[in-house]
């Protein structure tokens, strides 16, 4: 089954790719998730459209992504946040806060898809947050969730 990627997948490619996978992987996983589009020739034409929004955000090269790596282990990342009498947050802190939080810091702008957190933010606290930059490169900078007042 010939399909074209709209999200990246973890040992099958990136979003725009158009790759061969089997029919039950597609049918079943892929396409119901969203993580794929099926293959035609109307379709394909998507892949540009695809392909060119993922190189606006996409970092450059491994000098790159080590330059904006310096950036943000830099950074001093501060989040308000609502939250109880013992810290516990009403809700949880999500990837695009974030990516909000180190924008206003002064940062570049991050993927969303991209950070690795350590489990769910759920209390006020200092966090270490990771950015995948590059498959080589990996950023590591402290996000510290503190009480809204």
Not at 60 to 70: C, F, M, S
Not at 94 to 115: F, S
Request: charged residues 25%.
């Amino acid at each position: 089954m010939k399909i074209i990627l709209t999200q990246e997948v973890s040992g099958l490619g990136t979003p725009g790719d158009i790759v061969e996978v089997k029919g039950g992987y597609g049918r079943n996983y892929l396409l119901p998730q969203g993580f794929a589009i099926p293959w035609s020739k109307g379709a394909e034409k998507q892949v540009t459209v695809i392909q060119r929004a993922r190189s606006a955000r996409e970092i450059r090269d491994l000098g790159h992504a080590n330059e904006v790596k310096g950036q943000l282990e830099g950074l001093k990342v501060s989040l308000t946040a609502r939250a109880g009498d013992g810290g516990r947050l009403f809700g949880s802190v999500t990837a695009a806060e974030i990516v909000n939080a180190v924008k206003a810091a002064g940062g570049p702008t991050l993927d969303r898809r991209r950070l690795e957190l350590p489990g769910s933010i759920k209390s006020v606290g200092a966090y270490p947050v990771g950015v995948k930059l590059h498959p080589e490169v990996t950023a590591k900078f402290s996000l510290n969730v503190v009480r809204a007042k």
